[in-house]
């Protein structure tokens, strides 16, 4: 079993409010989509780099009238749920790979001035010295690369119910090959004490335990600490925890990692072609974040 996660003044804040055309009250179909959800674009926790470019795009978009309204990834998802059961509008800020888009027919929103930027990748980082010290860690941590699909999966299986621990080894157990490839000629351990920090992202909630379970399947002892983004990146760049497999780059953590850059080791990419933007249900009538403006 893993350790206990070590929680670092993370809340979960639920109580969102969907602003839509709900509550048992007539809708107005004449209503701009602006004042059908109260100006108001759902977002997620305010360090992330993806509530900063959204910022952004109030601003060059002229969006004068939105607010982006901060929270967390659960809150995101949780306000995205009600609204689409209920056929609802809803802008939230969202990304790829996330279950959401397997659970819900959903749409990004054109962005024309290119705000988001190209695709992003997801880093592994490593504290400095740790292919000395743990030689084996280090490699599978370097050989570690999977698909969107293949986090997809891990991710799907969260949703429905299952552990965290359940479903990274169930995914482990199903996909042997791949994992062989990732230990292949990396030592083995004998309890030795790796820890991995993370963020409450779907997404890196699914990676960082698949490749604890990896790891802890290769004889070490391994603990994932549950944090913000702050110290996820501060945590890799001292030296107090290992290893992180969650750096979303180039833009999502490029405040955090040019604040840290020199000290931590960069394996490269783990997946590649994530996405970040403005996401919608299918079914509202909007392609582009120019939709967005007050007529």
Known sequence: MFKKFLTMGLTLTLAVGVAACGSGEETNEDATVGERLDYEIIGIDPGAGLMKATAQVLEDYELTDWELVEGSGAAMTAALKKAYNNEEPIVVTGWTPHWMFSKFDLKYL???KGIYGEDE???TLVRNGLKEDLPGVHQVLDQFNWTSDDMGEVMVMNEDGMSSEESAAQWVADHADMVAEWTDGAA????????????AWASEIASTHVIGQVLMD?????TLRQVEVGP???GVADGSVDALVAAWLPITHADHYSTFEGDFEDLGANLV???VG???PSYMDIDSIEDLKSE
């Open 110 to 112: 054109e962005d024309p």
């Open 121 to 123: 990748s997801i880093h």
């Open 188 to 199: 083995k351990g004998n309890g030795e004490e790796v820890t991995i920090a993370f963020v």
């Open 218 to 222: 290769h004889g070490y002892d391994v």
């Open 232 to 234: 996820m990146f501060a």
């Open 273 to 275: 072609g994530t996405k």
């Open 278 to 280: 403005l996401v919608v």
